[in-house]
C-alpha cells in the first residue's frame, strides 16, 4: 500500500490587529479542495460563530465572511501545516508538521485569545504556545465537525464564551 501524500493547510487569515484567533487542526479533504476554511457543508463552525456575533455568516459568501471576520479582528488558522491523512478525520493524521503558532503572540499585538476547535487542535496548540503570556486566554471550544456529535446548542454553549473577546 502506498503511502498517502501529504496535504497541506491554508494561510492564516488575520489582519495585523487580529484580537482573537481560531485554531482549527488541519483542513479537512472539502476545504482544501476549495482552499476555503470550513467549506464542508455539514461543518458547523459558520453557524456556531455567526450565533457568538450575532450575524447570519452561513448567508453570506466566503469572501464577505472573511470580512465580517476581519472587522471583527478575529483571525483563522490551524496548528498543522501538513499531515498525511486519509480522509478527514483527525484521528488519522499523520508525521504532522506544525504551523509557527507560538508566532501569533509575537506577530499578532493585539491578541487576547486564541481559540481551538476541538480536541486535537487544543493539545497540539498548547504544547506548541506552552504557557500564555499573561492577557491572553486560551479556550478549548468543542469541535464544529459533524464528527462531533454533540448537539448544535451544545457546541453553541461552548462557543458562546468567545463574545468576550470580539
Same mark, same amino acid.
Given at each position: 500500500?502506498?503511502?498517502?501524500?501529504?496535504?497541506?493547510?491554508?494561510?492564516?487569515? !488575520?489582519? +495585523?490587529?487580529? /484580537? %482573537?484567533?481560531?485554531?482549527?487542526?488541519?483542513?479537512? =479533504?472539502?476545504?482544501?479542495? @476549495?482552499? *476555503?476554511?470550513?467549506?464542508?457543508?455539514?461543518?458547523?463552525?459558520?453557524?456556531?460563530?455567526?450565533?457568538?456575533?450575532?450575524?447570519?455568516?452561513?448567508?453570506?459568501?466566503? !469572501?464577505? +465572511?472573511?470580512? /465580517? %471576520?476581519?472587522?471583527?479582528?478575529?483571525?483563522?488558522? =490551524?496548528?498543522?501545516?501538513? @499531515?498525511? *491523512?486519509?480522509?478527514?478525520?483527525?484521528?488519522?493524521?499523520?508525521?504532522?508538521?506544525?504551523?509557527?503558532?507560538?508566532?501569533?503572540?509575537?506577530?499578532?499585538?493585539?491578541?487576547?485569545?486564541?481559540?481551538?476547535?476541538?480536541?486535537?487542535?487544543?493539545?497540539?496548540?498548547?504544547?506548541?504556545?506552552?504557557? @500564555?503570556?499573561?492577557?491572553?486566554?486560551?479556550?478549548?471550544?468543542?469541535?464544529?465537525?459533524?464528527?462531533?456529535?454533540?448537539?448544535?446548542?451544545?457546541?453553541?454553549?461552548?462557543?458562546?464564551?468567545?463574545?468576550?473577546?470580539?
Amino acid at each position: 500500500m502506498a503511502a498517502e501524500a501529504p496535504k497541506f493547510g491554508l494561510p492564516a487569515i !488575520a489582519r +495585523r490587529d487580529a /484580537r %482573537l484567533f481560531i485554531l482549527g487542526s488541519l483542513p479537512g =479533504d472539502a476545504s482544501l479542495v @476549495a482552499a *476555503r476554511y470550513y467549506a464542508h457543508p455539514s461543518n458547523q463552525f459558520w453557524r456556531l460563530l455567526g450565533q457568538v456575533l450575532g450575524e447570519d455568516l452561513p448567508a453570506l459568501g466566503y !469572501a464577505k +465572511r472573511l470580512d /465580517r %471576520l476581519a472587522a471583527r479582528q478575529i483571525g483563522l488558522w =490551524d496548528v498543522i501545516a501538513s @499531515a498525511s *491523512r486519509r480522509g478527514s478525520l483527525d484521528q488519522a493524521i499523520r508525521d504532522a508538521q506544525h504551523n509557527r503558532i507560538d508566532h501569533l503572540l509575537r506577530d499578532y499585538p493585539d491578541l487576547r485569545a486564541i481559540a481551538f476547535n476541538g480536541a486535537t487542535a487544543s493539545a497540539t496548540g498548547r504544547r506548541l504556545i506552552g504557557a @500564555a503570556p499573561a492577557g491572553v486566554t486560551l479556550v478549548d471550544l468543542p469541535s464544529s465537525s459533524a464528527a462531533n456529535t454533540r448537539s448544535l446548542a451544545e457546541k453553541a454553549k461552548g462557543w458562546s464564551v468567545l463574545a468576550g473577546f470580539v
